[in-house]
């Protein structure tokens, strides 16, 4: 193609251009440049007052070999995950399963579930903070003691932070997840359903070799979702551990892998560390994303 | 016979198994939300009173009028109300218009472009984070209203996409025809397209706003000046200066929730379709 002929292509081209120049720029900008350019800073060092300065491997080989609070976050980042995922994708399937029911008041349980979902999670986390209060003002140990159990310190002890954070974010995740299982229920057809009946099938035989088997694509889904957003818990930790510079609870009982990157790069300033840590974020998201493609791709058929 | 008398009574026990699960869940959802509602109208000698009580015996709005009063709230939501708005504005109309051209013109690299743009899905915030917060320090942008809105301008990836799979299913032939009566490109998205793509239009804004307004990560990194926090920013602030003031926190916390209920309630139908056939999160 010669020059001619491509410039005269531009000009009749030229609307497309401009329908989307601006969010292009802005996204180069903003989305784009700043992956690479993290990408480079993960082999400096980097202050934000001096200029990086290139040392190669060093923060990679560091985290890896020498940074046991890295080691910490990991570990707290996969017991997080481990909890909350299958009970968050456990429980709400369930809940998705017992909406679609013949029931009354669908609606209504629809929204009540739903509620947190629209709910800032730093609103959340406030609320739980209260709910979650020492001896004598919290509502939990309050209940709890009524029930005739030991109070709990909940945020205050390094064994029970991290659970505490997840019991809340499984309560706060609910609602997302079972709208995307109820969307799913709808696809199964109903012929399916009339078929195992006249075969004599009733509520739970339906449910284990109808619904559940025809459902695989939805769980393979909502269970990938809930894995990422697991995967890269902050907020929660941030308000419920945080305040006054440090953040992760006692003893880092809580610091997950992005609580440690945040603690890195904006209160220590040391950026190239940090964007080596994101890096790595990256990367473990990266390859389960992949992973559960192919997943996702071996569809059950029916 | 027997048969028959079985399969009501196994449907009765499911039924009342159903029930009691929803409604032991439903109570679980709305605890916290009627915990900080009742918190926030206690007066100080309640809270600290034992045991705990969901009865107030005299509602008061201290709780608020020191909210108001202790901290420039007022502020604080409008500067959630305006950035939040500002970039739906600009998401929505950026969206469908880019949205438009990928779906309906053909042009030099649209299809390498939309892979990028595709890809960029993937990619967590933690990598875009730092050298973002560089890049608006270098603008001078830090503690302004530029530095909140203009870059989250540029997260409209998702939303170009959604317009595309829309746009790509209206018939060629009404733009055709728009075109053979002399409408300009920007006419034909003006007056054909746009009152074609309503809903997707009306969804993409709520969701937008939704996650604007509890936005919380990037106010937290480049907002260091009291009078430019946005209410979800606030709302951890006041947790750690006024911890103490539980009632004053916990109205803080209705401030900050009571708006995003409202726009569901209204909005419903929307939010729960868009989150079903996209996986889109509130």
Redesign the interface.
């Known amino acids: 193609m010669d020059k001619k002929e491509f410039f005269a292509?531009?000009r009749r081209?030229k609307?497309?251009?401009i329908?989307?120049s601006?969010?292009?720029l802005?996204?180069f900008?903003?989305?784009?440049?700043?992956?690479f350019?993290?990408f480079l800073?993960s082999f400096t060092e980097y202050d934000?007052v001096h200029p990086p300065k290139f040392i190669g491997l060093d923060n990679y080989i560091n985290i890896f070999t020498n940074d046991p609070l890295f080691r910490k976050s990991v570990i707290n980042t996969i017991i997080y995950v481990v909890g909350v995922v299958p009970l968050g994708v456990c429980l709400s399937l369930?809940?998705a399963v017992?909406?679609d029911?013949k029931?009354k008041f669908k609606n209504f349980?629809?929204?009540?579930?739903?509620?947190?979902?629209?709910?800032?999670?730093?609103?959340?986390s406030?609320?739980?903070?209260?709910?979650y209060?020492g001896e004598?003002?919290?509502?939990f140990n309050?209940l709890i003691m009524k029930l005739g159990f030991q109070p709990v310190d909940w945020l205050a002890s390094p064994i029970w932070t991290l659970p505490s954070i997840m019991i809340m974010s499984i309560?706060a995740g609910?609602g997302?997840s079972m709208?995307?299982f109820?969307?799913g229920l709808?696809t199964i057809p109903q012929v399916m359903y009339e078929m195992a009946e006249i075969d004599?099938a009733?509520?739970w035989c339906k449910l284990f070799h109808v619904t559940l088997p025809l459902l695989k694509p939805t769980i393979v889904?909502v269970s990938m979702?809930s894995f990422?957003?697991s995967f890269?818990v902050?907020?929660q930790v941030?308000?419920m551990t945080?305040?006054?510079g440090a953040i992760g609870g006692v003893l880092n009982s809580a610091l997950t892998m992005?609580a440690y990157?945040y603690d890195k790069?904006?209160t220590k300033f040391q950026?190239g560390y940090?964007?080596a840590?994101?890096?790595i974020?990256?990367f473990c998201?990266?390859i389960f994303?992949m992973l559960n493609k192919r997943l996702i791709k071996s569809r059950v058929e029916y | 016979m027997w048969?028959e008398l079985n399969?009501r009574k196994?449907?009765l026990t499911?039924?009342l198994f159903?029930?009691t699960?929803?409604i032991a869940?439903?109570v679980?959802?709305?605890?916290?939300?009627l915990?900080?509602f009742i918190?926030s109208i206690k007066p100080l000698e309640e809270?600290?009173s034992?045991?705990?009580s969901f009865l107030v015996k005299n509602p008061t709005f201290e709780p608020y009028e020191d909210l108001f009063r202790l901290v420039p709230m007022i502020r604080y939501i409008f500067n959630s109300l305006f950035v939040a708005g500002a970039i739906t504005l600009f998401n929505v109309f950026?969206?469908s218009?880019?949205g438009?051209?990928?779906a309906k013109?053909?042009?030099?690299g649209?299809d390498k472009?939309f892979f990028?743009?595709l890809g960029?899905l993937?990619?967590?915030?933690?990598?875009?984070?730092?050298?973002?917060?560089?890049?608006v320090?270098t603008l001078g942008w830090l503690n302004t209203y530029r530095g909140l809105i203009?870059?989250s301008?540029?997260?409209?990836?998702f939303g170009?996409f959604l317009n595309r799979q829309y746009i790509s299913s209206i018939p060629d032939d009404l733009i055709d025809t728009a075109k053979i009566d002399g409408c300009s490109?920007?006419m034909i998205?003006r007056h054909v397209i746009l009152p074609l793509i309503k809903p997707v239009v009306a969804t993409l804004a709520i969701f937008t706003f939704?996650q604007q307004?509890?936005n919380?990560?990037w106010p937290?990194?480049i907002i260091h000046t009291s009078d430019m926090r946005t209410?979800?920013l606030a709302?951890?602030v006041l947790?750690?200066q006024f911890?103490a003031n539980?009632a004053m926190?916990?109205a803080?916390?209705v401030v900050?929730?009571l708006p995003?209920?409202v726009?569901?309630?209204v909005f419903?139908k929307y939010?729960?379709k868009g989150?079903?056939?996209t996986?889109l999160?509130?």
């Open positions: 292509q531009l081209q609307w497309s251009y329908f989307i601006v969010p292009f802005l996204f900008i903003f989305q784009l440049a700043p992956v350019i993290s800073w934000v369930v809940l017992a909406i029911q029931i349980f629809k929204s009540i579930f739903f509620l947190p979902t629209v709910t800032a999670i730093v609103a959340v406030v609320i739980w903070k209260w709910l209060a004598k003002y919290g509502l309050y309560w609910l997302y709208i995307l109820l969307a709808q004599g009733g509520f889904f979702m990422i957003f890269q902050f907020e941030y308000v945080g305040g006054d992005v990157l790069g904006f950026m940090a964007s840590l994101a890096y974020i990256f998201v990266f994303t | 048969h399969m196994d449907a499911v039924k159903i029930y699960f929803l869940g439903a679980t959802m709305v605890l916290p939300y915990w900080m918190t809270i600290q034992y045991p705990p950026a969206a218009l880019a438009y051209a990928f013109h053909k042009f030099w649209r472009l990028i743009l960029s993937m990619i967590p915030w933690q990598v875009n984070i730092i050298p973002g917060f560089i890049i320090k203009i870059p301008m540029a997260c409209c990836a170009i490109e920007f998205y939704i307004w509890n919380f990560v937290l990194v209410v979800p709302l951890t947790t750690g911890g539980f926190v916990m803080g916390a900050a929730t995003m209920l726009v569901y309630l419903q939010i729960i989150i079903a056939m996986g999160k509130g």
